[in-house]
T-cell receptor, first 114, second 114 residues
Framework: AQSVTQLGSHVSVSEGALVLLRCNYSSSVPPYLFWYVQYPNQGLQLLLKYTSAATLVKGINGFEAEFKKSETSFHLTKPSAHMSDAAEYFC????????????FGKGITLSVRP | NAGVTQTPKFRILKIGQSMTLQCTQDMNHNYMYWYRQDPGMGLKLIYYSVGAGITDKGEVPNGYNVSRSTTEDFPLRLELAAPSQTSVYFC?????????????FGPGTRLTVL
């Protein structure tokens, strides 16, 4: 079955440090991959998505992710963390097909220390 | 545009009570979705709709019902509330409903069943 795995539930970084949030997928067909962010007491919003065009995808707020087929990964990075980046981040996957729906990972909470 | 709106924001129910969670979108999107979010579990799809009058089950539909009489509205009905339905519920919408389409989320309804 197709799925995404987000290892760990919590990541803490210092302000200005590199942010790296990991996402691995399992799939027998080419996937489409998404990162959504949920700020406290809000709904989810799209950060970026991979739709089989460029493997390096740039999103909002300085985030980017690289699709690596050989590693079945789509890790999210940001060179310099800001306090406002504190949120929960979800990786999600879908696949080609009329009935394909988004499957979400369990989410990772990012904390940013001053 | 208000986007996707949900009411109420919070609700406490007693076991066996029923209620309807409201969801409205003003983006003229064809597809609408209901998810539940439980801590450490990500989001699970309850029901979705591909247009007015057409609905289908998602991953966790038991205990819920939906209807879609208009493009804008997609209410979720809980008939006999159970403690297992304590969760945060998110409504989302998308225009095309394709595998690469972005979903837009409402702010959520936090439901507690005691």
């Amino acid at each position: 079955a197709q799925s995404v795995t987000q290892l760990g539930s919590h990541v803490s970084v210092s302000e200005g440090a590199l942010v790296l949030l990991r996402c691995n997928y399992s799939s027998s067909v080419p996937p489409y991959l998404f990162w959504y962010v949920q700020y406290p007491n809000q709904g989810l919003q799209l950060l970026l998505k991979y739709t089989s065009a460029a493997t390096l995808v740039k999103g909002i707020n300085g985030f980017e992710a690289e699709f690596k087929k050989s590693e079945t990964s789509f890790h999210l990075t940001k060179p310099s963390a800001h306090m406002s980046d504190a949120a929960e981040y979800f990786c999600a996957v879908s696949f080609t097909g009329a009935n394909s729906k988004l499957t979400f990972g369990k989410g990772i909470t990012l904390s940013v220390r001053p | 545009n208000a986007g996707v709106t949900q009411t109420p924001k919070f609700r406490i129910l007693k076991i066996g009570q029923s209620m309807t969670l409201q969801c409205t979108q003003d983006m003229n999107h064809n597809y609408m979705y209901w998810y539940r979010q439980d801590p450490g579990m990500g989001l699970k799809l309850i029901y979705y709709s591909v247009g007015a009058g057409i609905t289908d089950k998602g991953e966790v539909p038991n205990g819920y019902n939906v209807s879609r009489s208009t493009t804008e509205d997609f209410p979720l009905r809980l008939e006999l509330a159970a403690p297992s339905q304590t969760s945060v519920y998110f409504c989302a919408s998308s225009y095309w409903g394709t595998s690469t389409d972005t979903q837009y989320f409402g702010p959520g309804t936090r439901l507690t069943v005691l």
